[in-house]
């Protein structure tokens, strides 16, 4: 992935830009290979020779990606980065020879609206420009351009030393063309300002590479703008080759709050917690009993689901889906991630938040009074029946708790004793509902046999320890029933409780909740072997997706995925906490 804070872009080992919404991540795609075909638009440049070995790394501390070939004649480094944004995105991608000659081809299709509009392209001074409706795209070369077969393709020898540069940028296109850049003084100014960001960050233990990679990456994820991060910048991934489990992650997800500003406030991005947290307050704002799961960049609500038939899908995994239908449900464990967001916020001694409303916690309260006792569709976003799912009702005690917790701290003024009371009733009914003394374990929902990976939050909210005999049972229970291949799947797969047909990769951040487990129970060599197995799946620059299949050893669902790089941090954070003490 390389991005800029405001969208972001995926580029294949081979050098193709196969994914790229502009302007912004919710923005329809302009190349769209990755959910089709080539025709569906992608930006290739690669060898034009045999290729002996490719390999890519990131610029230490930041987005920027070389990809390094090498052939029989020579090699070249393809450099790959999206500039800080002073007003239109630009893509730059800039050929560096670096031993005897090599030549190279570049492939452009362009394809607007995810793949579908053809648009106008025309040759001009220095390169092309394509306009179809409002968006137009300008590229300028430092090579020939020839158009063929409704593409842009040149051939090109570099030579050691020699630099070849092309430059993309996309703009409205009713108004004027944008200046072109200095490539680089552009890049150089885009890597100072990752540097300078990484620097700060506070985390200095034996997984800091790791660690500092999955914070850059949460860190353009972010939507700068507004402060909101995507969950992923992809939509419809397949969380099972083949499969319908397919979904738009563009957009800025409630639940993500509390572990995303947990993980930035441990790393000491003060900052970035606080551009967050008004993000979340201005989304949230309103009548509690209409709070959304998952918002667009901007805070919007309405995140219409629709399908796009003339996209194949990944692998022929379809339907591919733009939109989120998920808006419409009930969650009750988002008010648990709001209040406890709030609450940690403050507490790392933010002070209090310039959307802040003084109304909002004791609405909140007023709601849960009763809706806690609602069946919602839980943390996995079933599309199965309401229930009383054990997570949310937890998540609502972690609600009900933090607000006591708050006022207790002199933040507003409540009747601590009649919430105190709500508490309490929570918590007997999880732990006498909630729990199956058979299995020896939580279950997903009350006076259900499946087991959920989610209980595995439970000494993470504070709800019981991790010493607790029904905690440690539950943990048990996932290690024989849930864990499989060295791994944890979400829930115990049943076509009535989700609304789905079976299958789907490991969710990666409920095993990194299992690593976390083993650590307060004191079991840091477990919890290390978990984690640094976790760490042995990214990609070959560091990335990881949502999910993981460990048989066929590949990863799987939209990429990358802010949550899966949330549990990295926050994982290496209690691992390395613990190893300190």
Not at 68 to 74: H, P, V
Not at 87 to 115: C, H, N, S, W
Not at 426 to 450: A, L, P
Request: charge should be negative; glycine fraction near 8%.
């Amino acid at each position: 992935m390389i991005g800029d804070c405001h969208t972001a872009a995926l580029v294949s080992k081979q050098g193709s830009i196969d994914w790229c919404c502009l302007p912004h991540f919710d923005s329809p795609a302009c190349f769209a290979a990755l959910l089709g075909t080539a025709e569906n638009g992608h930006w290739s440049i690669t060898p034009a020779e045999p290729v002996l070995a490719i390999r890519r790394r990131y610029r230490d501390g930041t987005l920027i990606l070389e990809t390094e070939f090498e052939t029989a004649s020579g090699s070249a480094t393809l450099i790959d980065c999206m500039v800080l944004r002073s007003a239109m995105p630009e893509l730059l991608r800039v050929v560096v020879g670096t031993r005897g000659q090599i030549r190279m081809k570049l492939e452009l299709v362009i394809r607007f609206d995810y793949g579908l509009v053809v648009p106008w392209v025309r040759r001009t001074d220095n390169g092309i420009s394509a306009i179809a409706g409002p968006d137009m795209i300008r590229l300028r070369a430092d090579v020939p351009l020839q158009g063929e077969n409704m593409q842009t393709e040149a051939e090109f020898t570099v030579v050691e030393g020699q630099k070849v540069s092309f430059d993309l940028t996309w703009y409205p296109s009713h108004e004027r063309e944008p200046e072109p850049v200095n490539i680089g003084v552009a890049i150089q100014k885009t890597e100072k300002w990752w540097r300078e960001w990484s620097d700060r960050c506070t985390y200095q233990g034996k997984w800091r590479d790791a660690v500092l990679r999955s914070l850059i990456t949460l860190k353009g994820l972010t939507f700068l703008p507004t402060g909101g991060i995507v969950a992923a910048p992809t939509t419809s991934l397949p969380e099972l080759l083949g499969g319908v489990r397919n979904w738009d992650y563009r957009f800025c997800w409630v639940r993500d709050a509390t572990l995303t500003l947990q993980s930035l406030l441990h790393a000491g991005y003060l900052d970035e917690a606080r551009e967050w947290r008004e993000w979340l307050l201005r989304a949230v704002a309103g009548s509690p009993s209409e709070l959304n799961i998952v918002y667009g960049l901007h805070g919007e609500r309405r995140l219409t689901e629709l399908e796009l038939p003339w996209l194949a899908g990944y692998e022929k995994s379809a339907p591919v889906r733009t939109g989120n239908a998920a808006y419409t449900q009930y969650q009750l464990d988002i008010f648990g991630e709001v209040v406890n967001t709030l609450f940690q916020a403050r507490e790392a001694g933010l002070g209090p938040a310039k959307h802040s409303r003084a109304d909002l916690v004791p609405a909140m309260l007023e709601f849960l009074e009763t809706g806690w006792e609602r069946p919602d569709e839980g943390i996995w976003e079933v599309r199965g029946p309401r229930r009383h799912f054990v997570h949310s009702k937890m998540m609502a005690w972690v609600a009900v708790d933090r607000l006591i917790r708050s006022a207790e701290k002199g933040r507003f003024t409540i009747d601590i004793a009649r919430w105190k009371k709500l508490r309490e009733a929570i918590h007997e009914q999880v732990c006498r509902q909630g729990f199956d003394t058979d299995m020896n374990s939580f279950v997903q929902y009350y006076g259900g046999k499946h087991l959920d990976a989610s209980i595995l939050m439970m000494p993470l909210v504070g709800f019981l320890a991790a010493d607790d005999s029904r905690v440690m049972g539950t943990v048990k229970a996932i290690e024989t029933h849930l864990m499989k291949n060295g791994f944890v799947g979400r829930y115990t797969q049943d076509p009535a409780v989700d609304g789905l047909p079976h299958g789907e990769g490991t969710f990666l951040p409920c095993s990194f909740w299992l690593a976390d487990n083993y650590e307060l129970q004191g079991r840091h060599e477990d919890a290390v072997r978990m984690f640094e197995r976790l760490l042995e799946i990214r990609n070959d620059v560091g990335l990881l997706a949502e999910e993981y299949d460990p048989v066929a050893k590949r990863q799987l669902g939209n990429f990358p995925q802010a949550f899966s790089h949330v549990g990295l941090v926050n994982t290496a954070f209690h691992l390395t906490h613990a190893f300190k003490e």
